[in-house]
């Protein structure tokens, strides 16, 4: 497995998370409800901004994917660092802008995690609806 010095911002997000150059299977535990194998089909630096695409595939228990999807993003433009600023600016101009792409990426993908894992927890009052009716006349 590859080592990361100092994760990426947008993994600080994820209680725990591998870094694999191909699918691995997810290991399960009670604090694990899904499995996200993430991608970057597409990135680009071009006119100023970065463009970023990321595929997110989320894994249940079952077999088929519980939703599999990819966002592309526009970055801020950079344009005043990268003319006015020289060479030592273009680097953080390319830094900001990409970190901008996928800040916009990861709040959708944080949106469709929620609604997923909303949508299989269990509802609140949906356990104890059957022994309230055990329990009346």
Do not use: C
């Not at 010095?5 to 997810?26: D, G, H, M, R």
């Not at 071009?46 to 994917?65: D, K, L, W, Y």
């Not at 970055?75 to 005043?80: A, I, L, V």
């Not at 970190?99 to 609140?124: H, N, T």
Request: no cysteine; aromatic share 10%; charged share 20%.
């Amino acid at each position: 497995m590859p080592l990361i010095a100092k994760p990426p911002p947008v993994l600080e997000v994820f209680s725990s998370y591998e870094v694999t150059a191909t699918y691995q299977p997810p290991t399960w535990g009670a604090d694990r409800p899904l499995a996200l194998q993430l991608t970057v089909p597409s990135y680009r630096f071009e006119n100023f901004h970065a463009t970023v695409s990321v595929r997110a595939i989320a894994h249940g228990r079952s077999e088929a994917p519980l939703f599999d999807k990819t966002y592309t993003k526009d970055g801020d433009t950079q344009g005043g660092k990268m003319v006015w600023g020289g060479a030592f600016a273009m680097k953080s101009a390319v830094r900001q802008s990409s970190y901008d792409a996928y800040k916009k990426v990861f709040a959708d993908l944080r949106q469709d995690i929620q609604e997923v894992l909303e949508a299989r927890a269990p509802q609140a009052g949906q356990a104890s609806a059957p022994a309230e009716a055990a329990g009346s006349p």
